[in-house]
């Protein structure tokens, strides 16, 4: 039986290697790799929202305002055509008030874990994924932070 087509829940770390963030992208090389293949094989990259602000905060936080205004114009660019349809990220819905309050009532028990908001919340879109797409996507998380690695479901 062939398996399931995949939908990567992408997380930040690997939209600053993509993006070539300088002093966040030591792992540029293994991550575009990945990032061809997952293209060629027509896998779903979705974008969440935390990881679009996170990755922006960043870009601002680079030492040089020459490297500031240059990747914040690349990022910009990308995320517009994400959100236009024109690239092989899909940015996922804003979150809507309700899930707001989900995210934050089950948020304590992730920082007592040191489990950032951000992270929480992919961990709470990867979820929502998962239950929408049970029987016809595996959902997975592609990030190389530890607290992020291995998610998957529905495979």
């Not at 087509?5 to 090389?29: A, E, Y």
């Not at 936080?61 to 055509?81: M, P």
């Amino acid at each position: 039986m062939p398996e399931k087509p995949i939908i990567w829940i992408v997380d930040t770390v690997i939209l600053l290697n993509v993006l070539d963030v300088p002093g966040k992208n030591q792992d540029r090389g293994p991550v575009l790799r990945d990032f061809q293949i997952r293209i060629e094989r027509g896998d779903t990259l979705l974008l969440p929202f935390g990881a679009i602000i996170e990755t922006g905060n960043h870009i601002a936080r680079l030492t040089s305002g020459n490297h500031r205004r240059e990747y914040a114009q690349k990022f910009s660019e990308q995320v517009k055509k994400a959100i236009k349809g024109e690239s092989p990220w899909i940015p996922l819905n804003f979150p809507k008030r309700e899930d707001m309050f989900v995210w934050l009532d089950d948020f304590p028990s992730s920082a007592t874990r040191q489990l950032s908001l951000v992270d929480h919340s992919i961990i709470k879109e990867w979820e929502e994924q998962c239950q929408m797409y049970q029987n016809k996507y595996q959902v997975r998380i592609w990030s190389l932070d530890g607290g992020l690695v291995g998610y998957e479901c529905n495979g």
